[in-house]
């Protein structure tokens, strides 16, 4: 009788501090992500219009204390360019998205989180998923808790195409040539 009082005082205890943990399932408040790169006659850039991110996050005292986990998607055909509506047709060629639609970044380690005057450096290690080919990435990020307690996270990375095994996409009978050089960047804001 007095061990199962004693568990009953337990359970009662620790479910109330189980329910309090900081881990954080985060959601999609709002994000700017473009991806920049060179031709023979201009620089470019364009713009993705639809993403989802899935993660869990932990936040302890005011601090960010974790990542457990980062899943972030994107619709590759709501890729706009500024340049126009070829540019846009050539880019979803280039990325295969009749087969692949979607690009996926998984994170897949937090090899640092150092807090550096109200904002973190985050070093990352991820897979990012460019039409159907995978390759693992590091990261520098720089994330910040604002005043709501939503998480923003900036950041950007230059790529190959070429490492995707994506043709660099070419134009008006291949005088138009494109960089194989591009930089993507975003910034994400998370919260609940």
């Known amino acids: 009788m007095k ?3 004693s568990l009953i005082l337990t359970t009662a ?15 999609l408040k709002s994000f700017k992500m473009s991806i920049a790169g060179t031709s023979s006659l201009h620089k470019w850039e364009s ?52 087969q692949h ?3 996926t970044y998984q994170l897949t380690k937090i090899e640092s989180i150092n807090p550096a005057a109200g904002e973190y450096d985050i070093k990352t290690l991820g897979n990012l998923s460019i039409a159907g080919v ?24 230059a790529l190959k195409m070429t490492d995707f095994k994506i043709d660099p996409p070419t134009a008006l009978m291949g005088t138009l040539k494109t960089g194989n050089d591009i930089t993507v960047s975003f910034d994400i804001v998370l919260g609940e």
């Open 134 to 157: 995978k390759v693992p990435i590091s990261m520098n990020v720089k994330g910040k808790i604002l005043s709501n307690g939503s998480l923003s996270f900036k950041g950007s990375k």
């Open 13 to 27: 205890l620790i479910i109330p501090f189980l329910l309090w943990l900081p881990v954080r399932p985060q959601t």
């Open 47 to 98: 713009s993705v219009g639809v993403a989802t991110v899935k993660s869990d996050i932990v936040i302890n005292e005011g601090g960010l204390e974790a990542i457990n986990s980062l899943y972030l998607e994107v619709d590759a055909s709501s890729i706009k360019s500024t340049k126009g509506s070829m540019m846009d047709k050539k880019t979803w060629e280039a990325l295969k998205t009749t």
């Open 3 to 5: 061990n199962q009082a």
């Open 101 to 103: 639609p979607k690009i």
